[in-house]
């Protein structure tokens, strides 16, 4: 069952426009989560995080939002560039399991068009 | 420079014959991972290693098999592959101390079971 994903598999942007990336979860005990990048033939890498304990996170283009209540958080990449086409995986942990277990969206592609 | 390493990035074998694929991180990373990663199904863990001779399962651990000799490696065996193995692998390591929960990732390994 997953509990981690992602609804809409392919999404395309325009230069300069605002990309938003979707995520819901089920597991209310998730405290922490990722947005990974992923480009062909390489492995995903990482891109931000925020805590369950925040409710927003800034870095660069690069913007978090986490809605604890709907179990949702969304990726916010303003502005677009070419460059950052690519499939976009949303994870999340159980940090109270010592773990480091992560649990993957299914991923989302992403088309920046010039 | 920090990076986790796989080998081989691909290989194509026939049902039943055993494999290895093996993964070496330089960050001295006490955690570390895999993952397959099928279409539609995102990435999902396979087993995982909080240190040295400390192995457990993830979510799909069947038909595979770890080992954690040494902190640096951390080798996934298929000892009979079979054709629904065929997948993207990824290999992953991360620092467990504190909320260090951002996992680095290899290349990935594409094996194909015919």
């Known amino acids: 069952d997953q509990q981690v994903k992602q609804n809409s598999p392919s999404l395309s942007v325009q230069e300069g426009r605002i990309s938003i990336l979707n995520c819901d979860y089920t597991n209310s005990m998730f405290d922490y989560f990722l947005w990974y990048k992923k480009y062909p033939a390489e492995g995903p890498t990482f891109l931000i995080s925020?805590?369950?304990?925040?409710d927003k996170n800034e870095d660069g283009r690069f913007t978090v939002f986490l809605n604890k209540s709907a179990k949702h958080l969304s990726l916010h990449i303003v502005p677009s560039q070419p460059g950052d086409s690519a499939v976009y995986f949303c994870?999340?942990?159980?940090?109270?399991?010592?773990?480091?277990?992560?649990?993957f969206g299914t991923g989302t592609r992403l088309t920046v068009i010039p | 420079e920090a990076q986790v390493t796989q080998n081989p990035r691909y290989l194509i074998t026939v049902t039943g014959k055993k494999l290895t694929v093996t993964c070496s991180q330089n960050m001295n990373h006490e955690y570390m991972s895999w993952y397959r990663q099928d279409p539609g199904l995102g990435l999902r863990q396979i087993y995982y290693s909080m240190n040295v001779e400390v192995t457990d399962k993830g979510d799909v651990p069947e038909g595979y098999k770890v080992s954690r000799k040494e902190k640096r490696n951390f080798p996934l065996i298929l000892e009979s592959p079979s054709p629904n193995q065929t997948s993207l692998y990824f290999c992953a390591s991360t620092r467990t101390s504190g909320r260090a929960h951002t996992q680095y990732f290899g290349p990935g390994t594409r094996l194909t079971v015919l």
């Open positions: 994870a999340a942990i159980l940090t109270l399991t010592g773990a480091n277990n992560l649990f």
């Open positions: 925020i805590s369950s304990i925040k």
